[in-house]
């Protein structure tokens, strides 16, 4: 692994530092057994990871706690930016599905530089937020009150948001979302929901079926 010294961080400190930042935005536990879970290593792998990258001063640990120093916040804003800068090229120029997207930001991410960040910002005109909703660090973006989907009652209307970043390590469910027409912008309703928690909702002229892990991780707002 190459010398955390360097001017260059390696992929593997970018990809656990955008991790962190992730699990914490989305408001889930950034213990190690998360961490593990999203990246899909070992707990002991990770547990050496996180220590390495705390002896470098990316990350502080606060009991079973890990959180991003400044220069670790730095790095992962960095990471994610490019992340989803990418995601927002490769589906609004070269036309690929959500899931392809994402497969292929995880690559670019650590390979764009800074001039053609700088370029993909000015032909994209200044983009916010990725294809699913997710803030572009950077971008000045200011959401909207949101609350999840999970909470809208039986014939409440509401407006996509957000598909949280958790959603997008869900097996086939960027898929499904994006071909249900439950994507950021549009406009729905609840017609029913079942004890287990699947709602139904109303959007783009369908009726669509939502399970209850996703139904909690979809951010809506007013119409």
Known sequence: MADYKTPEWHPAAEEYCETIFELAED?????????????EVSRPAVSEMIHRLASEGLVTLKGRSIELSSEGLNLAEKVVRRHRLAEVFLTQVL?????DAHAEAG???HVISPKVERAMIQMLDNPT??????PIPGSQYEAPPTKSLATVEVGERFVITRITEELEFADGLL???ENASVVPGATGSITATSPDGTMTLAIAGN???IGSFASQRILVSAP
Do not use: F, M
């Not at 408001?27 to 990246?39: G, P, Y």
């Not at 036309?95 to 899931?99: P, T």
């Not at 937020?129 to 997710?134: L, V």
């Open 27 to 39: 408001d889930v536990d950034v213990i190690q057994a998360r961490v593990a879970e999203r990246l």
């Open 95 to 99: 036309g690929l599905s959500w899931a």
């Open 107 to 109: 690559k670019w991410e």
């Open 129 to 134: 937020t990725c294809p699913h909703g997710n």
């Open 175 to 177: 898929e499904y979302l």
């Open 207 to 209: 009726h669509v079926g």
